[in-house]
């Protein structure tokens, strides 16, 4: 395995590609794996550095694991960016749902290493009124489906077959529940690839979601923060996100001088991994912009 030991983790990370550098951060719910559909494509155009957050897949911290550090996120991406080189070249960055959070915040940390942002299903760390607010609307619906979960074998929808070992029942309930990560769309039309990524869940070994989302709000980048930051942002969710809505993700990219926001009709919180096709070729466009 290729890992990166700081003084307080072990990250587990791959380097894919030549070209200009594009990180990759995945969510609370994968693992590098998450980007498999990104990555077998981009990596023929930019160097692509791929890993697991603390906590995830084969990432480990050395002490204690404390989900809500986003401020451990950010240094594990700047130690991993330092270590592969690729702050020698404008930078471009591209998170998911929480790992939009630390993309963000190490960008505006480093406004003149960086070259282009993707922000995809998440906010990345931005505080509005409207966004502070649905927080509590977020904790209350992720809490009640943990609780859901856990209660009974699985909220599997109709003609989901159960799953019958113990230890994967969770994670597999939790990528069909309807405050999950995957779309309706996605289940019914792609089985085969709903499958993989609750595979990709049950494998990633996180924290219970809930327990990372200060990450998105401890240091937040607001309305004059993001004013100051000249490079293009595009923004992607679905418009059946359940977890972070269309109108919050038009907002965030409102915030910034060069921010736009693409929603793709009928995916849910995994835009990037449900319309891999239509979001590699705006993401290739952007990028090369």
Known sequence: MTLLRTDDAELYYELHGDGPPLVLIHGASGTHLAWWQQVA?????????????????RSRAL???????????????????????LNSAPLNLMGASLGSAPALRYAADHPEQVGHLVLCCGPGCVSTPRLDQGWTERIERMQARYRQVGATESP???????????GEKERFAAAYHRYGPVGEAMHLDFPALTFLYAEIMASAGGPPTPATFPVFTRRPVVANDAKALAFPVLVVGGTDDPLFAADELREVASLFPAGRCELFRGAGHLAYYERPRRFNDLVKAFLLS
């Open 63 to 85: 002490g204690q694991l404390d989900p809500a550090d986003g401020e451990a996120h950010v240094r594990d991406l700047a130690a991993l960016i330092a270590h592969t080189g």
């Open 41 to 57: 494509e981009l990596r023929h155009h930019f160097s692509c550095l791929i890993y697991d957050l603390r906590g995830y897949g």
């Open 156 to 166: 599997l929808p109709p003609g989901v077959p159960r799953v019958r070992s113990e």
